[in-house]
């Protein structure tokens, strides 16, 4: 990758490769997973031995190295408009994705409200609002984020976890989940 990217001195292209550790490391990966150093015997002749640095590098490592290194060389400069390319294409297949999906979920609430009508039932809007809120609640629990509180109920177990703070009342029915955690 040296040379690809046009380097002539191996010592040049190891502050990229810090770089693109760091970067690596700030975007939660694993640095180990990505660049592994390995320190190999190369013969140089006369059956004399160096030791050489080598870094193997995951194709994310090379995207991260090609993003740390030096702009001013034309065949990164050209790798770095690739990348900013491709992402924008991946952008923009994304937004059309975002943009079908809609399509579609408009089309199939269109076809709920035509079959509710056509079946004389009653639409969404024109149903009763119900206001749990007016009930007062006979136990509060309040739990930290990551336990896991389990009801029993009727032979089922509801699970309620992440820091909710489950309400329930005398009917033993009902159930709420404000958004205030304090």
Known sequence: ????????DYRNFLSV????????????????????????????GYNIEKQAHTIFMTP?????????????KTIVAQA????????????VKQMQEYEQLNRVHYEVGAKVRQTIKELGGTMP??????????????????LDYYTILMFIHQEKCHYYEFGYI????????KYIFPTDFS
């Open 60 to 72: 994310y490592a090379c995207y991260l190295a090609v993003q740390n290194s030096a702009p001013s």
């Open 1 to 8: 990758m040296v040379k690809a990217l046009e380097y002539t």
């Open 80 to 91: 770095q408009t690739y990348f900013a390319i491709q992402t924008r294409i991946a952008e």
């Open 17 to 44: 490769i810090s770089k693109a550790k760091i970067a690596c490391e700030n975007s939660n990966q694993t640095v180990q997973d990505h660049f592994v150093d390995v320190t190999e015997k190369v013969f140089i």
């Open 166 to 173: 489950p309400h329930y009342y005398n009917d033993d029915t």
């Open 125 to 142: 809007e024109n149903l009763p609002t119900v206001f749990l809120s007016d009930r007062k609640p006979t136990v509060r629990l309040s």
